[in-house]
């Protein structure tokens, strides 16, 4: 089955910097990408996703970059605010799954003011 | 719309006990999921159906049952209850087009 890797497991940036994160699959057949975030104590909400026909796509602030032949994918978020703190996490679907969701680890995120 | 609520917040049981967790979605969603979430292990798929009366296991479905006989609810049954249990549940559920999940607060499961 799919395998998904994310790292960092914690980043801490200030205000204003950018903050990537990085995650990588296993099954080439894997066409759907989404991003979740999940603040405290609250279940995740989709940000931003993406599909294998793409290569880059973006919303404001959020961008993510996707690279098929190196099977990895990453999340950008430009001029960091308090309330990009949050726990963030990618996901991938193999095609043959459906719309099974494999996630990756969970990115903590912490923007210092 | 409440969207996707899940009943209870928070439960602590001991080890053998049963229990059953209740998601609800007032979307008319087809799709519902139940997820576990572990420290480190991001959200890992328990069961999931694709409509009203089907279910299907996920990644991790022991020790776990599920049943949806009404579209929006979905159950998670724990027969008897484990520590290795001990996790933060989450349900979701999709429209049979597009991708995006939509997920409930969560339930807090503490097995002693």
């Known amino acids: 089955g799919e395998n998904v890797e994310q790292h960092p497991s914690t980043l801490s940036v200030q205000e204003g910097d950018s903050a990537v994160i990085k995650c990588t699959y296993s099954d080439s057949a894997s066409n759907y990408f989404p991003w979740y975030k999940q603040e405290l104590g609250k279940g995740p909400q989709l940000i931003i996703d993406i599909r294998s026909n793409v290569g880059e796509k973006k919303d404001q602030r959020i961008a993510v970059t996707l690279n098929k032949t190196a099977k990895h994918f990453s999340l950008h978020i430009t001029e960091t605010q308090p309330e990009d703190s949050a726990v963030y996490f990618c996901a991938a679907t193999p095609k043959a799954a459906g719309n099974k969701l494999t996630f990756g680890g969970g990115t903590r995120v912490l923007v210092k003011p | 719309n409440a969207g996707v609520t899940q009943t209870p917040k928070f439960r602590v049981l001991k080890t053998g006990q049963s229990m059953t967790l209740l998601c609800a979605q007032d979307m008319n969603h087809e799709y519902m999921y139940w997820y576990r979430q572990d420290p480190g292990m991001g959200l890992r798929l328990i069961h999931y159906?694709?409509?009203?009366?089907?279910?299907a296991k996920g990644e991790v479905p022991d020790g776990y049952n599920v049943s949806r006989l009404k579209k929006q609810n979905f159950l998670l049954g724990l027969e008897s209850a484990a520590p290795s249990q001990t996790s933060v549940y989450f349900c979701?559920?999709?429209?049979?087009?597009?991708?995006?999940?939509?997920f409930g607060p969560g339930t807090r499961l503490t097995v002693t």
């Open positions: 979701a559920s999709r429209p049979p087009t597009g991708n995006e999940q939509y």
């Open positions: 159906s694709v409509g009203e009366g089907t279910t």
